[in-house]
């Protein structure tokens, strides 16, 4: 498997691509899908690659129809992580600052989106692929996916890849897929927490859907409330984050939704969501 892992790799690194790695965006029935659509360089995250869904979740993620975003890629690698063509001693340290810089700000852009950015992976997911669906706010994959950290049989280290995956999973599972590079199975990634649900190839288009459908019939302005919570009580202690959890529990009652939200349950009927705060 690591063989076949690192031949993908050097076959995306030493080919010689000149055009631009970009990925679409595409919105149906409230859930938009950017598509990583560069299969002749195994989907890298060039820093074209990085802006264009940068891009696309900055610019979609305040449309009020909207309530997720699927992050897919096209072929059978989701993404064999950066691009080391731009990271040659050519390029110098400020591009390659620029590289790193523009990968931390997409993973922000993840955590700060207000609706939820679920990773639907098929296939090899490496080093900075690994990352991103590491910090998206689920990950969906098929059976036949592998997820690895492999740079340092390329002489550098996952070192930003391994912040998202230590977070993610247990520190002897991050420490085995960085320091060996080797790559895990979809059902170990599973058990390990690195993917929320593992399901045969042939049905995770259906799998993404039913959960896409889930989070649309809540109230976008409630998601927003809770994830942006969420990820803010992580950092806390215990007490505090109770503390803070109460004060946005009450917060979320006095909202358009939260009141419409319990009235719906006492009169036993559907919801009505305005979708806003």
């Known amino acids: 498997m690591i063989t076949r892992v690192g031949s993908i790799l050097r076959k995306l690194h030493l080919t010689g691509v000149s055009q631009k790695c970009l990925s679409t965006y595409t919105c149906r029935d409230g859930v938009g899908t950017i598509l990583l659509d560069n299969e002749k360089t195994r989907n890298s995250l060039s820093l074209d690659m990085m802006n264009s869904i940068h891009s696309n979740i900055v610019d979609n993620q305040h449309d009020t129809e909207l309530r997720c975003i699927v992050l897919a890629a096209q072929g059978r690698v989701f993404s064999a992580g950066h691009n080391l063509k731009e990271l040659t001693p050519e390029h110098g340290s400020d591009r390659h600052r620029q590289v790193f810089d523009k990968c931390s700000e997409l993973i922000d852009a993840i955590r700060l989106a207000p609706v939820p950015i679920i990773a639907k992976v098929d296939g090899l997911a ?102 942006n919570f969420f990820y803010k009580q992580i950092p806390l202690d215990v007490p505090a984050a109770y503390e803070l959890g109460a004060q946005v529990m009450v917060e979320n009652l006095a909202t358009t939704d939260g009141r419409e939200g319990i009235k719906s349950f006492v009169e036993k009927r559907p919801p009505r969501w305005s979708h806003q705060g």
């Open 126 to 227: 490496a080093a900075a692929g690994c990352q991103l669906v590491a910090s998206c706010d689920m990950a969906i994959c098929s059976d036949i996916s592998t997820f690895s950290t492999p740079g340092a049989s390329f002489g550098i280290f996952c070192s930003t890849p391994g912040i998202a995956v230590v977070r993610a999973i247990p520190r002897m599972r991050a420490a085995y897929m960085l320091f060996t590079g080797l790559p895990i199975t979809a059902s170990e990634a599973l058990e390990a927490g690195l993917v929320s649900k593992v399901v045969p190839k042939a049905q995770l288009n259906e799998e993404v859907d039913t959960i896409c459908k889930a989070i649309a019939s809540k109230s976008r302005a409630v998601i927003a409330l809770g994830k």
